[in-house]
Structure formats: structure tokens, C-alpha cells
T-cell receptor, first 112, second 115 residues
Framework: SQTIHQWPATLVQPVGSPLSLECTVE??????LYWYRQAAGRGLQLLFY??????ISSEVPQNLSASRPQDRQFILSSKKLLLSDSGFYLC???????????FGDGTRLSIL | DQQVKQNSPSLSVQEGRISILNCDYT??????FLWYKKYPAEGPTFLIS?????DKNEDGRFTVFLNKSAKHLSLHIVPSQPGDSAVYFC??????????????FGTGTLLAVQP
């Protein structure tokens, strides 16, 4: 069966520090991968998606970037975090049929 | 622009009764809808979905109804159980035939099932 792993579960970072969140999927090949963010009191907002190694599409302009160095690895990064980057970050995958998307357990990011 | 709306932030129901969670959408191009359930500190878990060619889909205690003319869908849980207490997200997408489908989520409804 397929599983998705995200880490760390929680992270507290100072403003201006870099960020790297990692997501890996097991049990499937060539998945579509997604990064979402849930801000307080808001729904989940799609940040990035990837249909293959090195292929990244950005949905909203922001202080973050994403990379897919391997087929089942998706990384969310920032060079300098802002206070507004605080939130709950979720990675998800789907197969070629695209739905449904399956989510990891998320990373709670707090910026101080 | 909130294309998917869940106007009830919370709902409280007695155990054994029916829970009805509502969702409205504005984009008539959406043709596939999903419900996710989320516990605190966990990612959302897929529950049930419905294609726009149907008006009802049932899976055990969960039934999703779609009213395309009203751009409205609802999730019925019957009978409700305390373990159903969670945040429920409605999501919509428009399969484009391309490489990926983007889910547009509502803001969620917190369901509390009282024993």
C-alpha cells in the first residue's frame, strides 16, 4: 500500500531563517505531488504541484519554493522566512487518475 | 474569491442522529467533488467523492448528495458516532484532462458528536 511521510511534525523558526520541509511517498511510482498550506481559520490552499522529477508549478506568488529531486520526494523551501509563512503545511500525492489526493500528517510551522 | 464555501464553521449532533454538512460552490465548471475528514494534528483523510454525472453516492454511513442546479452538495452521516467528531472539508475540482487536478477546498466544518 502507499504511504506518505512528512517531517518534521512541528517546527519553530525565527524570522529570516531558511526552511526545508521534506515529503516522501512510498508504494507508488510517478505520483503527482502537491504542497498545501492551511492558514489559521482558512481552507487548504494549493502552493505547488509536480507531475514529475524537476517539474514544478507554482499556484500563488510567495516566499517559498519547491523542488522534486527524485520521483517520490518533494521538498518545500525558503531562503528567508517571513512571519506570514506561519501555518500548517501539507504534502499530498495522487496517482495518474489524479483523484483522490492523499495527504501526509502535515508540519506545523511557527515563525517567531 | 472563495469558490467553495462551507458556511457553517461548526455543528453539534447527538450520537445516533444524522449529521448534515453543507457545501456551496460558485464555479459551474467544477465536475468532481470530494469530502475529507481531518483530526487535529493529522492530515485530511479522503472520505467520499461524487462526479457531476451523479446526484448521490453512498458508502456505508456516509452519503454525498449533489444538486448541480443549486451548486450545492451535502454530506450525510447516519448514524453519527463520537469518532466522527472532526473537521470536514469539502473540495471541488475540474478535471481538465491534463496532468493534474487542483483541489479547491472550503474552510471546513467542525463536527462534534455528543455521546
Amino acid at each position: 500500500s502507499q504511504t506518505i511521510h512528512q517531517w518534521p511534525a512541528t517546527l519553530v523558526q525565527p524570522v529570516g531563517s531558511p526552511l526545508s520541509l521534506e515529503c516522501t511517498v512510498e508504494g507508488t511510482s510517478n505520483p503527482n505531488l502537491y504542497w498545501y498550506r492551511q492558514a489559521a481559520g482558512r481552507g487548504l490552499q494549493l502552493l505547488f504541484y509536480s507531475v514529475g522529477i524537476g517539474q514544478i508549478s507554482s499556484e500563488v506568488p510567495q516566499n517559498l519554493s519547491a523542488s522534486r529531486p527524485q520521483d517520490r520526494q518533494f521538498i518545500l523551501s525558503s531562503k528567508k522566512l517571513l512571519l506570514s509563512d506561519s501555518g500548517f503545511y501539507l504534502c499530498a500525492w495522487s496517482d495518474y487518475s489524479n483523484q483522490p489526493q492523499h495527504f501526509g500528517d502535515g508540519t506545523r510551522l511557527s515563525i517567531l | 474569491d472563495q469558490q467553495v464555501k462551507q458556511n457553517s464553521p461548526s455543528l453539534s449532533v447527538q450520537e445516533g442522529r444524522i449529521s448534515i454538512l453543507n457545501c456551496d460552490y460558485t464555479n459551474s465548471m467544477f465536475d468532481y467533488f470530494l469530502w475529507y475528514k481531518k483530526y487535529p494534528a493529522e492530515g485530511p483523510t479522503f472520505l467520499i467523492s461524487i462526479s457531476s454525472i451523479k446526484d448521490k453516492n453512498e458508502d456505508g454511513r456516509f452519503t454525498v448528495f449533489l444538486n448541480k442546479s443549486a451548486k450545492h452538495l451535502s454530506l450525510h452521516i447516519v448514524p453519527s458516532q463520537p469518532g466522527d467528531s472532526a473537521v470536514y472539508f469539502c473540495a471541488a475540482t475540474r478535471p481538465s484532462g491534463g496532468a493534474t487536478n487542483k483541489l479547491i477546498f472550503g474552510t471546513g466544518t467542525l463536527l462534534a458528536v455528543q455521546p
